[in-house]
């Protein structure tokens, strides 16, 4: 009996050939490959035999959520991709305790609205939210727009359910708060892009929905004043900042070329422009007063007020509206049109200590501009959490490499990631080989041969 | 050459004999061992020439923070002491990026105290404080008072230095929010009890330090109630709540028995207690207005009377004065002192999901009843994270074992956990062996077999 046959006993959702193909392309067109088979089963039960016969077979397999992945962490040529996408049921959300428990097929945006039905939020959140997959985020430790507030992925999960390369089952389903019973094998699956076990289940924090939100757009005379904006906004609202975006010079140029009809509040002619966002659940900064103003937005008028006296802040436009706080959010999501609009590209997703980000911006331009005079950037950054989308535009595609590597060289001199929030997969492979402490590779390397000694899971991804 | 004399020739700190003995008891007494050495290197430089030495030769090595641990963790008859006390520097604090980096033998009130020059807090704190290290707290992930705001010390670590068994330096020491590249090590050596590697120095996270403080004692109809009252004042509050302590009939009349100097406000009498307390940094909740009251506690005193209204308290004390707050913090604090004061005992260090501790306190009452009709209970929770010290005193030494393993049944069936927050040393080994999932030992085993093949590290502890 043939591989194929034996995995379809098991369950008889396979697709191969042409129904496979879809599968085998990633989210932004990148890699294109022809899986070998795509198994979708129903349960835990179906995901353990298929890994026992694997790990048997000596198969190579690679889990898959809702691909929508940046890295290339579900290529597979010639592979078995193994797919969550069927054990999507939300099987319990506890109010009480504020936890969703949940299998790993359960898109994100479901899980958004199933938690709003209980006045909760799971907070996580992104772009592809209608497509992503629960167990995709937690393999890849999903960062987003919120992160600054509620933390990434990995501050979410209290538990979970995993099936290991030779199809034992890892029950590590905790909903509890502390436990220091041993290692902390949770957080060791989390992030390890589908190399150490395939995530099946998990339990998942909530977080009550804010009521208010006040939005503004705010110039500063720089970086180092926008953290200490960022500091005395967190002090005096008691931590309630949920977004605290940087916009410099170079993306208002871009955004009114390619975008000219969302118009900035404080105009394109600014050299540091905070876009940010405060959200409240407490009652009395949200219930409007007779003019229709929210608390809220009158106590972070006035906290810019003061902080304008300190010099902390040149300018500042609050949203008034609902279609004002829109077209914000919308001059700070219009970052993944306006800066893919020029070939040839290098982007970057890096992280720097958040007080380093100027320092970083500076030292960039210095050592790039000697390589290309004419490269262009277009940079924008979660600030609060030191993520720099740092793209580049260099005069020739032969110039790719070497600007990137020079951002490399900086980042590794001033103790950055390479890789904030997009995880390793493929296409930052060459980053890890080249950056990654070789202490912390060698260790990683231990780690992987404990939990998957004969290599079936996700080969060639994660680990150079 | 003697071992010895190779290792003073690494660090000419090193006690032996009597000078070593203090450092082979534990806190709680329970543990009194002998070791043949205590070394106390000055470097991380030092830290590895001796794990190289000790690895070469197969010298087991117990690693030492500040010795406040209640699980017999650094018990070391006949063993080499790596006690890391003379690291003790703070490297660096920066306000702005709210960090610190320091050194692992920094003991954690120095930090408090060095924070609090910058009007910030390190919020990690417990009653060993002015004893306990930060390699330590890190070591065993520890909790304490605040973690329901501020989360464990995982929660609060960046990053890390450690020197691994063969003496090779492991450089985690990030200071990034966020970074995806590769395994999640960091977390892997948080928690493991100096069995995977010696941390060394630490990158820590400072939050800004509350201005004002509303705290009360409140009566409740039942636990239930108790977690919407929790939940209810989190998001009334914005999340600013730091302690929420359950003590119940049993406690209060243990109370009256052994400290009849401290009065609960609310009397002895009353089934459900909680103590609970709400801190701000909002300047608008915090400045008292010109009858002396501060915002905070008339938002307390407030939100309470809603609550009320709803059936969710019965009655409640606010502190109004400085005294009061502190009678308040006494009443909770006099746990250490007066669950002990009855032998036999069998002290639990339990981790319930948050919304079962009503239910495994009902479960408890049942099942042991029946096997020891007269025995009784000091319970104290902090509720908001599920963890319960259940301290039961048997009639009997006889019925300590069987009272105990009683309770592991029924923290078993509740998916609870039988070690919250102290850790597994070696007094928690026989839980570790009949309780913990047996595909999580297998792969803890794994991992500690990577990272310390010769076993030289802590041997004998966490891992049964």
């Given amino acids: 009996m043939t591989l194929i046959a034996r995995l379809k006993e098991i369950t008889p959702h396979v697709l191969t050939g042409a129904d496979a193909l879809p599968y085998g392309r990633d989210w932004v067109g990148k890699y294109q490959t022809a899986p070998l088979a795509v198994l979708r089963p129903g349960t835990t039960g179906e995901v353990s035999a298929i890994l026992a016969l694997c790990s048997e077979t000596g198969t190579a397999v690679v889990p898959m959520g809702g691909n929508t992945g940046l890295t290339g962490a579900t290529a597979a040529e010639g592979l078995v991709i193994l797919s969550l996408e069927r054990m999507n049921t939300i099987r319990e959300i506890r109010p009480d305790a504020r936890i969703a428990i949940v299998e790993a097929g359960v898109i994100l945006q479901d899980l958004h609205e199933a938690a709003a039905q209980h006045d909760l939020s799971y907070p996580m959140t992104f772009g592809a939210k209608g497509s992503a997959r629960i167990g995709g985020t937690l393999a890849t430790n999903a960062g987003g727009s919120n992160v600054l507030r509620y933390g990434n992925t990995r501050d979410l999960c209290l538990g979970l359910e995993v099936v290991l390369a030779d199809g034992r089952v890892l029950d590590l389903m905790s909903e509890l708060h502390k436990d220091n019973s041993g290692y902390d094998l949770r957080d060791l699956i989390i992030g390890s892009e589908g190399t150490l076990g395939v995530i099946t289940a998990a339990v998942l924090k909530l977080v009550p929905t804010p009521s208010a939100y006040a939005t503004a757009m705010v110039t500063v005379p720089g970086l180092s004043g926008a953290l200490r904006l960022l500091n005395a906004l967190q002090t005096r609202t008691g931590g309630m900042v949920e977004a605290f975006e940087y916009m410099p010079r170079d993306y208002m140029a871009r955004l009114k070329q390619f975008r000219s009809d969302l118009i900035p509040p404080l105009g394109h002619d600014q050299d ?22 929210v608390p809220l937005v009158s106590h972070l008028e006035e906290t810019l007020g003061e902080l304008f006296e300190e010099g902390l802040v040149l300018d500042a436009a609050l949203a008034q509206s609902e279609a004002q706080r829109a077209l914000m959010w919308q001059i700070r999501e219009a ?60 005069s020739t595609e032969a110039l790719c490499d070497p600007l990137m590597q020079a951002v490399e060289d900086i980042v590794e001199e001033m103790r950055g990631s390479f890789s904030a929030e997009h995880g390793i997969g493929l296409s930052k492979l060459p980053s890890m080989r080249r950056r990654k402490d070789e202490v912390a590779l060698t260790m990683m390397r231990g780690v992987k041969a404990a939990f998957d000694p004969k290599r079936i899971l996700n080969p060639g991804k994660t680990l150079p």
């Fill in 272 to 293: 540091h422009t905070i876009f940010l966002e405060v959200a409240s659940t407490v009652p009395r900064d949200c219930a409007a007063d007779e003019s229709g103003q």
């Fill in 335 to 394: 970052a993944a049109e306006i800066s893919v609009a020029t070939k040839p590209i290098v982007i970057n997703d890096l992280c720097l200590p958040i007080d380093q980000v100027e320092a970083f911006l500076a030292r960039a331009e210095a050592k790039l501009r000697p390589l290309d005079p004419g490269f262009g950037t277009c940079v924008v950054s979660h600030l609060g959490d030191g993520n720099v989308h740092y793209t580049i535009y260099p």
